[in-house]
């Protein structure tokens, strides 16, 4: 079965870093996009990033201009787990990070994607 697992979130102060995992099974990860999205409390979903999971010169993620030069995907096709390299972080960037498989790289919720994790908290203090 298709499963999604998120992991490392926590709490942070502003400035500070993270790694997020996206932990995939059940289907072959590099045939398929990875979104990420996050919301904040009382806030819609907002697209963060995706990727085909393969990151490579031939596949350049896209990136929200939020999280532009501050955010990065990377991948381990061993344990066939998706990072989301968070830095700087910012208050703004509080909130529950999820991943999603995707049939294309929309940043849009509603299209191209058909599985989700359950989502990990990141906040960030002033």
């Known amino acids: 079965q298709v499963k999604l697992v ?4 926590g709490l942070v102060q502003s400035g500070g870093s993270l790694r997020l995992s996206c932990a995939a099974s059940g289907f072959v990860l590099d045939t398929y996009y990875i979104g990420w999205f996050r919301q904040a409390p009382g806030k ?3 697209f963060v990033s995706c990727s085909i999971s393969s990151v490579s010169s031939d596949n350049i993620p896209t990136y929200a201009d939020s999280v532009k ?3 990065s995907l ?4 061993a344990n066939k787990t998706v990072f989301l390299h968070m830095n700087t972080l910012k208050p703004e960037d509080t909130g529950i990070y999820y991943c999603a498989r995707g049939y294309y790289c929309s940043q849009n919720e509603n299209r191209g994607y ?3 994790g359950q989502g990990t908290q990141v ?4």
Request: proline letters at 0%.
């Open 114 to 116: 058909d599985y989700w």
């Open 6 to 9: 998120e992991s490392g979130g």
């Open 123 to 126: 906040t960030v203090s002033s």
């Open 69 to 71: 030069g501050r955010f």
């Open 74 to 77: 990377s991948r381990d096709d």
């Open 44 to 46: 819609e979903r907002e």
